[in-house]
């Protein structure tokens, strides 16, 4: 029993005089005492009988991966428990996180170890360097430390909740971070980033989404969709690339009004997921028929049109009506011809769209049903009317039920318009004969004489004139290819004495 308190005392007097000969400053035995230890420096300490612990403060100036760097050895490797030292992550608050057991050589060949904590918030934490057994006598280490940064590392805090959120401008990218942890256990930065929007124009909304974490495709990264009193639209998921590979992906949703201020919610699928970096920025991809009049909804707010330039409308984008009313003026009486283009960004093209023209009181006089192209190829109908008396009328485009698919469309209208001449003065009908013929056409004029004559095609285009002098009949139409024509005859003084229709045959 002598001979073994003798030994250890031996032991004992061997470790204080290593401990009296090392360069680590204390005390630092507590967390409270720690060193301060700056990234990028190496400090040197020694652990033994008497000083079990050593405790060094730093401070994370970015979110990232903690790396630590050691060296360690012991004095002889027949010395019992050699490898036993240990270095252990803490909080701010002494929560500890987890450590590691670090490779250790002896006096002259000190062996080198790399130590990772992922994934960590940008905060004060501590490092503790401690002996794992009582017998062993001293370790001789060192410590440096760095932060592995992210693929993105601004950060945008905080924005945990829609009132919070941060604006992402257009076709911007914004950074973000998700899930770096400050305490163990859970304790993480919040697991919902927000950011507002507020798309410019109807149409879709492209997101482009990359994102990464420590963990690669382990879990997935969710987006969500919100609107402007924080109804959820829909939520999409993905599945990030690892550091420092981050996966691009994107992101659409339809049929979204132009003005509205929304939601983008970058999220964890389960708490506690640690380490997401993530950018994204969004644009809108714009209808094919883009100007749209908001709000014409109703007969008394429909917008005054000239039906001489193309009217463009959306049905069913968000928050928007399933019908529009334009209202325009027909100048003289005779045929209207309306060509419909219309397109969906659905997938399918059995969007039960219409389109009624309407007199003044809102009776029908007629009605489409167009066929519409899907994904910016519109598909076009007509509808024609033979005889339309000069005056206003009502065009009322919709969607036939409620949640139809969005659409965009152009009415092009054509109606028989005769530039710097006057109403007809008084109503009469020109005799033509035969009529329909695929030759030459007879024209009457009665008693009427000395008038221009005007030939106007279906679209209303002028295709040909000649002068009637002092004849009753005039021949024509040798010109004229297949189809539906109108006549008018107009006196010397610009009035429309006579006007009459005419179609040729092959």
Known sequence: MKNLFTLFAALCFTCLAAHAQSSETEPNDSLQVANPLAAGTTISGQSCVFTDQDWYRIILPNDGILVVYTTASIPDATEPGQGQLNISLFSKTGAPFYGYTVRTGVSGSALSDTLTFCCMAADTFYLQAYRGWAFNLCWNYTLNWTVALPSFTNDAEPDQAPLLAVPMPYNTNVEGHLGFQNQPGGGAEDNNDFFAIVPPTDGVLKVNVSVEAEAGANAPFNVSLFDNVGGNLSDMSIMPG????????????????????????????????????????????????????????????????????????????????????????????????????????????????????????????????????????????????????????????????????????????????????????????????????????????????????????????LVETMLQNNERYVALGNKLSTGLYLLKAVDSTGNIVLQGKLIKTK
């Not at 919610?265 to 920025?281: D, H, I, N, Q, T």
């Not at 007969?299 to 049905?315: K, L």
């Not at 009776?363 to 109908?381: C, E, K, R």
């Not at 035969?434 to 005007?454: A, K, M, Y």
């Open 242 to 461: 690892s550091y420092p590979l981050p996966f691009d992906t994107t992101l659409y949703w339809s049929c979204l009004t132009g003005g509205d201020t929304m939601h983008l919610r970058p999220s964890l699928s389960v708490y506690g997921e640690l380490g997401f970096a993530y950018k994204m920025s969004y644009t809108m991809l714009a209808p094919v028929f883009g100007n749209d009049v908001e709000p014409n909804n109703t007969m008394g707010t429909a917008q005054v049109v000239d039906p001489n330039q193309p009217i463009e409308g959306h049905e069913y984008f968000y928050n928007e009506s399933n019908e529009d009313y334009f209202k325009f003026y027909k100048p003289d009486t005779g045929f209207f011809q309306l060509i419909m283009q219309a397109e969906t960004y659905a997938a399918s093209t059995n969007t039960p769209m219409y389109l009624y023209l309407l007199d003044t009181i809102g009776n029908t006089i007629s009605a489409i049903y167009p066929t519409i192209g899907v994904n910016s190829h519109p598909l076009s109908d007509t509808m024609y009317v033979a005889t339309l008396a000069a005056g206003y009328y009502y065009l009322k485009p919709g969607n036939a039920y409620f949640g139809a698919p969005c659409t965009s469309y152009r009415l092009d209208i054509t109606t028989p318009t005769i530039t710097g001449i006057n109403p007809v003065a008084q109503s009469q009908t020109l005799r033509v004969f035969p009529n329909p013929s695929s030759d030459l056409f007879t024209v009457d004029f009665g008693e009427v004489r000395n008038t221009s004559i005007g030939i106007y095609n279906s679209v209303g285009q």
